[in-house]
């Protein structure tokens, strides 16, 4: 379960404000996710990232940016926060066996409550 | 992209008796579909998983069924346990490179006495 992790696990921010959510695990997987969660809509994808400096948008991207310059790390950026940014957020990786795609368990993260008010 | 959709949204039996949760797919090149636990306050936790050439998988009082024709697929568990009251998630992966993991709603099952 330390194998990944999430900062902070609580923030509270004000609208229009940049927050930067990090993400850091140590198995060197290539494949790291963020979703959101809220209720009624399940874990929904926000960006993905195949391997280091590869990125994708998922479902709900809009209001977000991702990078990730290196294997380990993926940070999520909100450039300008909203209120529907409000939210639990989790971070996950995986590991592709075979090069066949995605195909084993995601081990997820502690999640990060952000509130925007 | 890939849709996932879960049934039912909530679910609530007696201890000692099934619980089933069904989901059914879009993309016909998903070939891996996991289902995730999530205890309140927690993060997700994979129970069982199951891979396109596979029918059918179990672990104990757990199982999956994977219908690939019909793009549909199933988790049971069987004597269910107060212990089993969570949310469950339903999730199928696109295959290639750029491969990426759909989740379901969710299904809040409650194991009651």
């Known amino acids: 379960d330390a194998g990944i992790t999430q900062s902070p696990r609580y923030k509270i921010t004000e609208t229009g404000r940049q927050v930067t959510l990090m993400c850091h695990q140590t198995?060197?997987?290539?494949?790291m996710f963020w979703y959101r969660q809220d209720l009624g809509h399940g874990l929904r994808l926000i960006y993905y990232s195949a391997a280091a400096d590869i990125t994708d948008k998922g479902e709900v991207p809009d209001g977000y940016v991702v990078s990730r310059s290196k294997t380990e790390n993926f940070p999520l950026t909100l450039e300008s926060a909203t209120r529907s940014q409000t939210s639990v957020y989790f971070c996950?990786?995986?590991?592709?066996?075979?090069?066949?795609?995605?195909?084993?368990?995601?081990?997820f993260g502690q999640g990060t409550r952000l509130t925007v008010v | 992209g890939e849709n996932v959709e879960q049934h039912p949204s909530t679910l609530s039996v007696q201890e000692g008796d099934s619980a089933v949760i069904k989901c059914t797919y879009s993309?016909?090149?998903?070939?891996?579909f996991p289902w995730y636990k999530q205890e309140l306050g927690k993060r997700p936790q994979l129970i069982i998983d199951i891979r396109s050439n596979v029918g059918e998988k179990k672990d104990q009082r757990i199982a999956v069924t994977l219908n690939k024709t019909a793009k549909h697929f199933s988790l049971h568990i069987t004597e269910t346990q107060p212990e089993d009251s969570a949310v469950y998630f339903c999730?199928?992966?696109?295959?290639?490179?750029?491969?990426?993991?759909?989740f379901g709603t969710g299904t809040r099952l409650q194991v009651t006495l």
């Open positions: 198995w060197s997987h290539s494949y």
């Open positions: 996950a990786s995986s590991e592709s066996k075979g090069g066949r795609g995605l195909n084993t368990e995601a081990f």
């Open positions: 999730a199928a992966s696109t295959t290639g490179t750029a491969s990426k993991l759909t």
């Open positions: 993309d016909s090149a998903s070939n891996y």
